[in-house]
């Protein structure tokens, strides 16, 4: 390479690493922005918040504190990220929130900070945040994970790994929603969703598992295969779920998947979805 391609290269990496910050943005002297960021106009970056490389913030974004933000993500227009936690507990507490790398938040979305209940609210890297859905205080959200337009959080709401949200869906607090499950919009989640399953529904019934979204991602045949025979077991069957949990135990092949969502029930307060 000749010494002019060398200049050229190494100015080029030089621009792709600088940050860029909006003349009217607002960016708090103790904010960490790393390598690459970009900040819109006129959005507000507080105290305590550390942005990773290669991020990029819309214009009218507010992330007000104790907030770490991952690499690579992207932040829409009007988004409001570690605003302090709408509970009537909260008395100023220094709590947090994390998001992960990768992760989109789209126009308007709102994420609160924790309450002393767990410290923290987290979002997993990889994840997709539609316009207008709202994350309340000390929720839990996986990776990969798709939140559809205005899906609104109580508090406390855990979602797992590769879970879709439908629009317009409230889920309320402390409810458990398991991974790869898949939740139509407009529904109404009281009680927790088992990993894995389709469901739906004001109230929320189930409608099977969710083979199309387990067979894109390329669960085996007979994991899928086994998930099915539990399914039906709990779903399906005349038992109970203590029987059914038992006979699970006694009948199907111990795969990962399997005693994860078996699993699932034994740790249930709210009660399962369906049941």
């Known amino acids: ?4 391609a060398k200049t050229s290269q190494a100015l080029r ?5 600088a940050s860029w ?7 708090d002297d103790e904010a960490e922005i790393g390598d690459g960021v970009q900040v819109g106009p006129f959005s507000i970056i507080g105290p305590n918040v550390v942005v990773g490389a290669g991020t990029r913030i819309g214009p009218h974004v507010l992330i007000e504190r104790d907030t770490v933000v991952g ?19 909260y008395a100023g507490e220094q709590t947090f929130l994390e998001v992960g790398d990768r992760t989109r938040i789209r126009e308007y979305v709102t994420l609160n900070r924790g309450t002393t209940a767990s410290g923290k609210t987290t979002v997993g890297s990889d994840c997709m945040l539609m316009s207008y859905a709202h994350v309340a205080h000390d929720c839990v959200l996986g990776d990969h994970v798709i939140i559809s337009n205005a899906v609104n959080m109580g508090g406390h709401v855990t979602i797992g790994d590769w879970a879709i949200i439908g629009g317009m869906t409230p889920i309320h607090q402390f409810v458990r929603i398991g991974q790869h499950a898949f939740v139509g919009g407009a529904s109404r989640a009281a009680k927790d969703i088992p990993p894995y399953v389709k469901a739906a529904g004001n109230p929320v019934q189930l409608y099977g598992l969710n083979s199309v979204g387990l067979q894109r991602r390329g669960f085996p045949d007979e ?12 779903f399906a069957s005349s038992y109970n779920t203590t029987q059914a949990l038992a006979r699970a135990e006694e009948e199907l092949q111990h ?11 034994q740790a249930s307060d709210r009660g399962i979805s369906g049941r």
């Open 1 to 4: 390479m000749s010494s002019i």
């Open 13 to 17: 990496t030089a621009s792709e690493e």
């Open 21 to 27: 910050i909006h003349p009217t943005a607002l960016v």
């Open 71 to 89: 690499r690579d993500c992207v932040i829409a227009k009007g988004a409001v990220l570690g605003s302090d936690p709408q509970d009537q507990k």
């Open 223 to 234: 994991v899928r295969r086994e998930l099915k025979r539990a399914y039906r077991l709990l």
């Open 255 to 265: 795969y990962d998947e399997v005693e994860t969502f078996l699993a699932f029930f």
